[in-house]
């Protein structure tokens, strides 16, 4: 007999992601994460704020979209939909 895992995604969220080189902040409508899984998807109004490892303190990677996967293992980020890229100052 199998067991399936069942999850309910967080509602307007926000996450923090470690990943290989550097760290990410999330924020959208629905984040879901499985407990298996390695890969955070973000649907609706997904926003990823992109930390790298360097030292650069000019600014950081705003990535907009209508979804998006993060993968913690890899460092895959994966956008769908109205994809916009900007630079933020840091704060």
């Known amino acids: 007999m199998s067991t399936a895992q069942i999850h309910e995604p967080y509602r307007d969220q926000y996450i923090l992601v470690p990943m290989p080189k550097g760290r990410v902040s999330a924020q959208a409508d629905e984040i879901d994460k ?54 933020e100052e840091r704060k």
């Open 34 to 87: 499985g407990w298996s899984s390695r890969v955070v998807h973000l649907k609706g109004n997904a926003r990823v704020r992109i930390y790298t490892s360097t030292k650069d303190p000019h600014g950081v990677m705003v990535l907009r979209a209508d979804e998006v996967d993060l993968n913690e293992s890899t460092g895959d980020i994966s956008p769908r939909g109205n994809v916009r890229l900007t630079i």
